[in-house]
Each structure stands twice: as C-alpha cells, then as structure tokens.
C-alpha cells in the first residue's frame, strides 16, 4: 500500500515540476527583467544602452505565422511612438539570419526597430525569457523592471503615454 502512496506522490511531483517554466527568472510584472546579453555582432551591447527607456522586447520566428504578424504590428506600433521615450527591440529565433533580415524587409518593419537574431543572442537569453520558438513580447520600463508580459498595442500606447 505505501509502494503505491510513494508511486502517486512521485507522479504528483513529475507532473507539477513539467509546469514550472524553465529559467532562471519568474518574469512577474514589477520584478527586474532579465538581461539580455548579446554577441559582439549586433547592433547594441546589452538593453543597459537603452537606459531612460521603454523597451519592448518581441522574439518571433520566421515559421510561426501568428509570431511574424505580431512582430508586423509591434512594427508599426514603433513607428508612431516617439523612439525618446520607447525602443523596439525584434529577436528573430531562428538561426537564419538572412531569413529573418529578408522576413523584416517584406513586412516593411522600421529602421528604428533593433533587429536581432539567435546568434546575437546567448542561449541564456531565450530560457530566461521562456521563450523556445518565439511568438512572445515583454514591455519593460526605464529601469529595467517588467512592466507587461504580451503586452497589448493599446497596453503598450497607455504606458509610453
């Protein structure tokens, strides 16, 4: 009888440890957003360049059609919010950079939208983050504190406001 308590309780306790998410980080709103550390190609060092800033941070994938269009419109959300107080930060997680490089030219996503790819960024980045395919935004305040996890555009205009 106690085998089959012992078997339950480690069923139990499988099952519950699969729905943690992975990282190092709980991502809660209000609590200091992870860091993002880049590889020396890309365009910016560390998110600390953006100090004074909102930053929205967008992962999304070339093969994910819903994430390509959310990237699209955070787009051109960037381009009727004044870059002085917010920046735009796009993080292609597939490995190839020319695809996602093409991808951003089609969609006619802004200039002033930092573009990134996997390889700018440490594999930490997307497991501090949650993030395994992309299709994920995080809104992040000035001082580096989370603001919003999937942020809305309405969500994102009221902040920056």
């Known amino acids: 009888m106690k085998t089959k308590y012992l078997f339950f309780s480690l069923v139990i306790a499988a099952f519950l440890s699969s729905s943690i998410p992975v990282g190092s ?3 809660n709103p209000g609590e200091e957003a992870p860091s993002i ?3 020396s190609n890309a365009r910016i060092n560390s998110l ?3 100090d004074g800033k909102y930053v929205v941070v967008n992962f999304w994938s070339a093969s994910d059609p819903e994430s390509r269009i959310a990237n ?3 787009g051109n959300l960037a381009e009727s919010l004044p870059s002085s107080k917010v920046r735009f930060v796009s993080i292609c997680t597939d490995s190839d950079e020319s ?3 093409e991808i951003m030219k089609a969609d006619g996503i802004p200039s ?3 573009s990134l790819n996997a390889s700018d960024i440490t594999a930490e980045v997307a497991e501090d983050y949650q993030v395994a395919t992309g299709n994920r935004s995080f809104l992040i305040d000035p001082f ?3 603001v919003s996890v999937s942020p809305s555009e309405e969500a994102i205009k009221t902040v920056i406001s």
Do not use: C, E, W
Request: aromatic share 0%; no cysteine; hydrophobic share 45%.
């Open 112 to 114: 002033s939208v930092i």
């Open 72 to 74: 699209n419109r955070l």
């Open 144 to 146: 580096g504190n989370l």
């Open 25 to 27: 980080h709980s991502l």
């Open 99 to 101: 695809l996602s490089s």
């Open 48 to 50: 600390k360049d953006l």
């Open 37 to 39: 550390v880049l590889s």
